[in-house]
């Protein structure tokens, strides 16, 4: 019986870094996602590049990222104060047992001094 109860255990913590190691990459993805965002907003608010060439920037700095994203996905807004940048997109995980999607949206506002 101690012998079922110790591999019972020790499955559950190679499951548990099994999950660990498929659903980290991408939310540190997104989180690297976000200080890109922030960087990008922070130095186009005081340059005039156009909306179209920011998006391009977006896609390209995620795809760096290992985020891959469609035009759509990113919206490029330039206010009163400032410009904003928000970027909404889904990543599949393969799992062996149950696969999952996971929805991730990450923004940023720069406002002028």
């Known amino acids: ?5 110790g591999l019972i255990g020790l499955l559950l913590v190679a499951a548990g870094f099994y999950v660990a190691w498929n659903m980290i990459p ?3 993805n997104n989180f690297q996602l976000q ?10 608010t005081y340059h005039s590049t156009s909306d ?4 391009k920037i977006v896609i390209s700095k995620a795809l760096d990222n290992n985020i891959k994203l469609k035009e759509d996905e ?3 807004q330039r206010v009163y104060a400032g410009l904003s ?15 999952v999607d996971l929805d991730f ?9």
């Open 85 to 99: 940048i928000s970027v909404k997109y889904h990543v599949h995980v393969d799992m062996i047992l149950h696969p």
């Open 52 to 55: 179209d060439d920011i998006k």
């Open 74 to 76: 990113v919206v490029v």
């Open 35 to 44: 200080d890109t965002l922030d960087d990008i907003a922070r130095y186009h």
């Open 105 to 113: 949206t990450a923004n940023s506002m720069n406002k002028r001094i």
């Open 26 to 28: 991408p939310y540190f």
């Open 1 to 5: 019986m101690g012998k079922i109860k």
